[in-house]
Structures are given as C-alpha cells and as structure tokens.
C-alpha cells in the first residue's frame, strides 16, 4: 500500500505534503514584528491546571562570563551560571523567559556587585511586570595559597554562589553560599591508637577523612562581606583546610595539624557557628557539614543555623551534594 509521507520524500520519490525550507532571505520588519502573537495576551482560559500564582519561574544555569572584584581590588573574569526567577500571577503564563536574560546581558561588562545585582532585579520587577524576583550567580572562585612549610603555591578552587531577592515589598535580601574543603580526623580513633601503642606497643593509624562544610549566610543591609571574608572565617575555625601543592616536609606539617585539631562533625559545626555568630556583617547562617567516613561506608553530616527567629532554619538535607 503506497504511503502518504508528511515531512520527507517517500521511497517512491513522492513529495511530501508539507514542504520544510528556511528562507534565508527573509528579513523581519516592525510590523512583522508587532503582528506576532503574544501569550501574555491570552485569554485567561487558556490556564492549564489550577488557576493559581506561581511562586517561581524562569531560566536555570545560562552561562556567560562575568567579572569580579577580589577582596584586593584585582578584577578576574569568570565563567558564571545563572538562575534568574520571577512570580507569576494567577492570570498569567507564557512568561518570555529571554527578557530574563537579556535583561542580564544588559550589564554584563559591569563588575559584579551587590548594586549590580540589585539592578538586575529591578529591570526583572519592570521588565517582566512581576512581583518578587531572585537570582543567583555561581561560579568556581580561585584563591592562591601557600604550602605548610615547603613555601610552595597553589590554587584553591572554591564553589561560590551569590544570590539576591527583591520582594514585592521591596525588600531586598543578599546571600552568599560557599563550600569549603578541609580534614577531619576522628578523636576517638585517634585515643584508640594511642591506647594501642600505650598497652601493647601496637601501631596504628587514626581515621581522617576530607570532609567539606557548605555556608550559606545572609548579608547585613548595608555590609558587605567578601569571599575571602568568608574563606578566613571557615580556616579559622576548622584550621585543617585540604591542601594544593606539597612536599614531604608539608605532608608532615599536615598530619601535625590534623594532630592539633581532632573534630567530629559536631565539633565542625560548632567551631564554624563561633566564627560566623562573631562577624556583625552577617545577618544570618545556616552551615551543613560532612565527614565522608573511611571508617564507615556511611558518612557523619552536622546541620547548624544562627537561630534567628523567622529566619533560615537546620533543614538542610541534600547532603549527597556535600560530596568532595
């Protein structure tokens, strides 16, 4: 039986039904433009499903690159992915989510600020006639370190995030998320061998496993804390930070360190807590920790938060993602 084809060529050499070419000469003109239909002008049956708001909506992970201001005034580029959402009203669908993204290209070539962001959020609220906006900017943060003892250098390579909110009220919010690597060494099995070597003259080896923290604060109106800022707070109080470049004097200075500052993963929280409570530019933490065990074939996790009242809480739960 001889087959219609709608898009291709048969196998008998019949036409299709519907011819497919892109003209390449064709070129749009203002009222072309204008003519082309708008879902924003859709009846308000065309709502699928409940014909309720939509808390958020938008674009997730375009990437371009975007420029940042170190803590000592130097300015580096860097590939960004962001996430830029809005609400979206009951009687409302077919947000144009370019309008997001162009309204980022827009201030591109700016250096990334707090003030940038929130003129980002702004053209959001005009430009998409919304009531609330977010967005976050991540990005892989370079930081050059010293070796222990050897003097060597190397880069760190640290998971940042910046995000902002502006709500319909116009309040606007700034966070900083960052995820910081180090050592934790287990003090009971660090008793237990010295136990052994005590009574028996037995050698062992204490457990220590890489363990990472994730910092999630939330900015003071007015202050401004730098991602180094956040960087020292999390070395200050785990001191243990995974090292970049070593040599045998450094790998020895390590295990010393490590020695200095046995931590279970409630010692971590704890220690971050003291740090970041202390800092009068921070408005509000929350901080999960992970020691992925190499004692266990499970992992030891810690959630902490500042406590303030109505403000971010202990339900970190997406400890997978503390991989390291």
Known sequence: MKKTMYLHRSSRGASPRVERAYDTKFKVTPDYRASLPDMMDAAHNVIQGAHVPVQQVGVHNFKLPLKFRTKQKAIITLEAKVTGTVSLQADLKGINMSRIVRSFYDHKDSVFTAEWMGRILRSYLKNVETKDARLKVRFSYPMLHRSLRSGLEGYQFYDVAFEGIMTRDGEWRRFIHFDFVYSSA??????????????????????????????????????????????????????????????????????????????????????????????????????????????????????????????LGANFTDFDSLVC
């Open 186 to 311: 287990c003090p009971c099995s660090a008793e237990l061998a010295e136990h052994a070597r005590d009574t028996r003259e037995v050698y062992g080896v204490p457990h220590s496993q890489r363990s990472k923290a994730r910092v999630l604060i939330e900015e003071m109106p007015g202050k401004r804390v730098w991602i180094e800022d956040v960087h020292a707070l999390c070395l200050r109080a785990l001191r243990t930070e995974t090292q970049v470049m070593v040599k045998r004097e450094d790998e020895q200075a390590f295990a010393e360190l490590n020695g200095a500052h046995l931590k279970f993963v409630e010692d971590a929280a704890r220690l971050l807590y003291r740090e970041f409570d202390s800092d009068k530019r921070v408005r509000d933490f929350q901080i999960a920790c992970s020691h992925l065990e190499s004692l266990h074939s499970h992992d030891a996790v810690s959630v902490i938060c500042k406590g303030v009242q109505g403000g």
